[in-house]
């Protein structure tokens, strides 16, 4: 089970590390990089060609303002990617969306939302229990305490606030 993430830039790292602690608590192997689509893209088209064969599974793509990433990953690459939109200081990080969800026919990039990284640690978790069951059953697990935990929370709002109604 191996995953990779791969960022425009090293200031995308505190988004990405969450990702990566998503991917580390399902036990999936994480290869993290810096590559950039613009200033090293031979650099991108050698990653993305030689995943596959280096035992990656699936890719998560963040970047930023012009968000390319993702986009240039998909295009070399069989894999699955995931494309990770990190919010920038211009239109706070729309651009990063909108440059990963609008990708051509043929070329498909999954995307999370706005600095979404738990999301895109838990959908490459996901993509992999296919082929990883003891994956699915945690993925489950996951999705069942979250559930308890909801359950809890609304258990413990509701009497606090029938506490509060009768001028306790």
């Known amino acids: 089970m191996k995953a990779a993430i791969i960022m425009g830039s090293d200031s995308d790292y505190p988004i990405v590390e969450k990702a990566e602690k998503v991917l580390a608590d399902f036990g999936v192997e994480c290869e993290t990089r810096i590559i950039s689509a613009h ?3 031979r650099v991108a088209e050698a990653f993305a060609s030689h995943a ?7 890719i998560i ?8 990433l993702a986009g240039v990953i998909a295009a070399f690459t ?4 995931i494309g990770l939109p990190v919010k920038s200081s211009t239109m706070d990080g729309l651009d990063s969306l909108l440059s990963m969800v609008q990708m051509p026919a043929g070329v498909p990039v999954a995307t999370v939302a706005i600095n979404g990284a738990e999301n895109a640690g838990l959908l490459a978790v996901q ?3 296919v082929k990883y069951p003891e994956l699915r059953e945690a993925i489950k697990d996951y999705k069942r305490k979250m559930e308890e935990d909801v359950i809890a929370k609304d258990k413990a709002f509701a009497e606090g606030r029938q506490g509060a109604g009768k001028g306790e």
Do not use: D, F, M, Q
Not at 61 to 68: C, F, Q, R, S, V
Not at 78 to 81: D, R, T
């Open 39 to 41: 200033r090293t893209p």
């Open 52 to 58: 596959e064969e280096n035992g990656i599974e699936v």
């Open 61 to 68: 793509g963040a970047a930023g303002k012009a968000a390319h």
């Open 78 to 81: 069989p894999l699955p990617v």
């Open 127 to 129: 993509i992999l229990s």
